[in-house]
Every structure is written in structure tokens, then in C-alpha cells.
């Protein structure tokens, strides 16, 4: 499966922003997908993910309550909105899939799509 992430952009702090993260050549469905950032310096850290059919999802506490993710498996689309933004969610972004479960690490991940910039400014 390839993955391509789109969405990121330039917003205040306090402003939303929604990340898409199309897929091609497989369905999407067949995957667990996760959202991660990374600053440089740091490592890829997850933000949300959610299991192949949907009914089950993850967010670390940084990001719990501001951030949802979602599928539409007939687009084969996965998006992440992000309200409430801030300083610290400034990050390069990526999408990833994983063909088990909804893994929380980034070395499970097998599939990943370029990195999308995110940019808050307060």
C-alpha cells in the first residue's frame, strides 16, 4: 500500500487543522493506520490511530480530547482533525499503516507516507 499525507500548513495557536492520508494500490482497510509526528532531534512519536474496521482507536494523553482520527474505508482515506491547536504540536506529520492490530510504536508501522509540516505560531 502507498501512503500520501496532505493538510499541514501554517496556523495560530488555538486554530484546527485537518490531515488527510490517502491510500493506493491496496484497500485500507486491511490496515491499521497511525498518525505520527517528529521535531527534529526526537523520534517519531505516535498522535492517533485506529484499527482497520474503525471501532477502535488511540490517543496518547498530549493529544487526547483535541485530536480525532477517522476512516472513510470506501475513499480509502484516513484523516486526523486537530482543533485546539498549539506551540508544541509543531511537527512533521506522517501517516503510516500496519497490516496488525493498531500498534502504538513506529517500528511496527511497515508502510508510511512522506511527511506533511505542521506549524503552529502563537
Known amino acids: 500500500v502507498q501512503l500520501q499525507a496532505s493538510g499541514g500548513g501554517l496556523v495560530q495557536a488555538g486554530d484546527s487543522l485537518r490531515l488527510s492520508c490517502a491510500a493506493s494500490g491496496r484497500t485500507i482497510s486491511d490496515y491499521g493506520v497511525g498518525w505520527f509526528r517528529q521535531t527534529p532531534g526526537k523520534e517519531r512519536e505516535i498522535v492517533a490511530a485506529i484499527s482497520g474496521s474503525g471501532r477502535s482507536t488511540y490517543y496518547p494523553g498530549s493529544v487526547k480530547g483535541r485530536f480525532t482520527i477517522s476512516r472513510d474505508n470506501a475513499k480509502n482515506t484516513v484523516s486526523l482533525q486537530m482543533n485546539s491547536l498549539k506551540r508544541e504540536d509543531t511537527a512533521v506529520y506522517y501517516c503510516?499503516?500496519?497490516?496488525?492490530?493498531?500498534?502504538?510504536?513506529?517500528?511496527?508501522?511497515?508502510?508510511w507516507g512522506q511527511g506533511t509540516q505542521v506549524t503552529v505560531s502563537s
Open positions: 503510516a499503516a500496519a497490516q496488525l492490530g493498531i500498534p502504538t510504536t513506529a517500528t511496527r508501522y511497515g508502510y
